[in-house]
């Protein structure tokens, strides 16, 4: 047999071993003791000059195992149904005010790649102000505009001559701007979010704002 051959056997069953053990400790001494033990390996090969490659990115798998997820507290059905409605709706509405004006531009993409992200946070976690609590503050990405025009639509809050007068928040008859604008729809968006990707660096400040409140 090969030199390297052997090597290659010994490898395997070095990692064998080590699987077993990490297996071994997980059922013994739970999650807890595997994340220290795996910590005093990381501080000793960082010690021994080992060059540990550096990861901004967890393994794309639920951080929740699956035993302990509780069950999904809406009606998925009825959901998905309402979300489907949503996002056909926001298309619609762009591609309807770029037929009635070339070139008036706007996104379908962004809306419809996020609407069960933005469906769930509707459903579920988002709230609004009221008598005991003043409200979530959130960024909505600009872009995806449309899809949260398209549901406030089907709750009411927008009429049926503010989606067809989609970017043309000037009209005599209502409409609607293109993005997140406080100033030109102070009774819809709370936040400027557009351009430049002001979303998610503005919602880091308020954040950090908010934790200076409390002290």
Same mark, same amino acid.
């Given at each position: 047999m090969s030199d390297s051959n052997k090597d290659l056997e010994t490898h395997e069953l070095e990692t064998k071993e080590w699987l077993y053990s990490l297996d071994y400790v997980l059922e013994h001494g739970g999650p807890e003791r595997v994340t220290e033990l795996l910590q005093q390996l990381?501080?000793?090969?960082?010690?021994?000059?080992?060059?540990i490659p550096f990861t901004a990115n967890t393994p794309y798998i639920n951080t929740i195992p699956r035993e302990k997820q509780p069950p999904f507290p809406g009606n998925r059905e009825i959901e998905r149904r309402i979300k489907s409605i949503i996002r056909w709706n926001a298309?619609?509405?762009?591609?309807?005010?770029?037929?009635?004006?070339?070139?008036?531009?706007?996104? #379908? =993409?962004? @809306?419809?790649?996020?609407?069960?992200?933005?469906?769930?946070?509707?459903n579920h976690f988002f709230r609004g102000k009221g008598e005991d609590y003043d409200g979530d503050q959130i960024y909505f990405q600009g872009h995806a505009s449309p899809g949260i025009y398209a549901r406030a639509f089907l709750e009411g809050r927008l009429t049926i001559n503010q989606l067809q007068n989609f970017r043309r928040e000037l009209k005599p008859d209502g409409? #609607? =701007?293109? @993005?997140?604008?406080?100033?030109?729809?102070?009774?819809?968006?709370?936040?400027?979010?557009?351009?430049?990707?002001?979303?998610?660096?503005m919602a880091i400040y308020q954040a950090r704002f908010n934790r200076y409140l409390e002290d």
């Open positions: 990381q501080i000793r090969a960082h010690k021994a000059g080992v060059k298309m619609a509405m762009v591609v309807k005010a770029n037929k009635q004006e070339s070139g008036i531009g706007g996104h #379908i =993409s962004t @809306y419809a790649s996020a609407a069960t992200l933005y469906e769930i946070g509707f409409g #609607i =701007s293109s @993005y997140p604008h406080p100033w030109l729809m102070p009774g819809f968006w709370e936040f400027p979010t557009v351009s430049m990707g002001l979303g998610p660096i």
